[in-house]
Structures are given as C-alpha cells and as structure tokens.
C-alpha cells in the first residue's frame, strides 16, 4: 500500500472549513484514497473514498490533485462533534493478501474550538 | 439495526488466562475483520474472514485464533493471554472484501491483562 503523510494536529474554528491535507506521492494508478475519523473512545467511521475525481457526501468533500499525489478532505462547516482523528488511508485494490484491507497510521488530531 | 455489537465492552484478564471476544453484524456483510489499537501505533489488522467459512491472517495474528461461526458472528480468541495483548480491540465488517466497500466498526472492546 501507498504510504500517507498527514500533518499530526490541526485546528479549525466552528462554522468555518477544516481542510486536511493528505500526501501520497507514491500512490499507484489504481489505489483508492479513503478518509476515516475516529471520534474519541470509538470505533472507526467512514467518511469518503475516491479513485481520481473529487467527491462530495453528506458529510464532507474530497479532492484530489490531478496527479494523485496528494488530497484534502474538506468538512465545510465544522462542528464540535467534529473533532477526532482523522485518517488518510490508500487501498491497493487487488492482489496479495492486502487485498481489501485498510491499513491506518498515525492520523491527523483534528481539534475544533468554538 | 445495531449495526457491529461487541461484547464485552471492558475485561481485565490474569496473564495465561483465555477469553473470547465476541463481534455480530445484523447488515448482511459477507466480510469481517478484527483489528487491535495501541497507543502511537494506529489500528493494526489481526485476522479477517472475506466470506463465510473463510479466515485469514492479517499484520499481527500471533497469540490469537478466530472463528468465523456463521455469516453474522465473528470470534476472536486469545488462548494465553499476555501483557502485551492489552490493547483496544475493534471488529469490522463490510459488504464484500473490496477495496471500494467501507467497514464498519463496532464500538470496541478494551482489554487489560495484568
């Protein structure tokens, strides 16, 4: 699987954007990027996922580059609710035993402040 | 629907004693999965089950079993537990084992052995 890079702790204000970047230079043509948070003290919970263009579900956007390299998922009108882990993760889509499996690091600390 | 229950929610175990957690999923998912979360480490696969009748292994399985008892139930099993297996475990389940299919997680079980 692609390695991710994401910054370890952001802050956003409530009501505005919280934008958070994800690098992953060395994503292959067919790896998915898929977004999870983890809310204190609880399981993980899907956000979105995409292939090559930008995508949009009732909880947030997700735009990535026209390289691939990289991507931002977008809450844009965060609440306190908000505030969890973020996790920025790359699927390789078949083949081998990693076939399917979500692998996660370290995330990014996503603190929303009133 | 519940979506993925676990139970127990909470157990302190002696070192060398066995337990079985237990992880059911009432949203028809073919595929389920056991992860275990440890401070500064993300969440790391242990075992997961593509379809009923089938488990494999994944990052970390050494010291657990798992039982895959019918499309809805997944066990996880540690037969001597150590110290080092205190850890925050997650199940999971998704519709098929493929990349663009989410998972769901279930809200935890934490595990201390003494």
């Known amino acids: 699987d692609a390695k991710t890079t994401q910054p370890t702790s952001m802050d956003c204000a409530e009501g505005r954007a919280a934008n958070l970047p994800c690098n992953h230079s060395t994503i292959s043509g067919n790896e998915y990027v898929y977004w999870y948070r983890q809310i204190h003290s609880q399981g993980p919970q899907y956000i979105i996922h995409g292939l090559k263009n930008n995508e949009t579900n009732e909880m947030a956007s997700l735009i990535i580059t026209e390289d691939r390299k990289s991507s931002t998922l977008i809450l844009p009108h965060a609440t306190l609710r908000d505030t969890a882990v973020y996790y920025c993760i790359v699927r390789i889509p078949a083949g081998g035993t990693s076939y399917g499996k979500l692998t996660f690091g370290q995330g990014t600390i996503l603190t929303v402040h009133p | 629907n519940a979506g993925v229950t676990q139970t127990p929610k909470f157990q302190v175990l002696k070192t060398g004693q066995s337990m079985t957690l237990q992880c059911a999923q009432d949203?028809?998912?073919?595929?389920m999965y056991w992860y275990r979360q440890d401070p500064g480490m993300g969440l790391r696969l242990i075992y997961y089950?593509?379809?009923?009748?089938?488990?494999d292994k994944g990052e970390v399985p050494n010291g657990y079993n798992v039982s895959r008892l019918n499309k809805r139930e997944f066990s996880l099993r540690l037969e001597s537990a150590a110290p080092s297996q205190t850890s925050v475990y997650f199940c999971a389940s998704s519709l098929h084992h493929q990349p663009y299919n989410e998972q769901f997680f279930g809200p935890g079980t934490r595990l201390t052995v003494l």
């Open positions: 089950s593509a379809s009923e009748g089938t488990t």
């Open positions: 949203m028809n998912h073919n595929s």
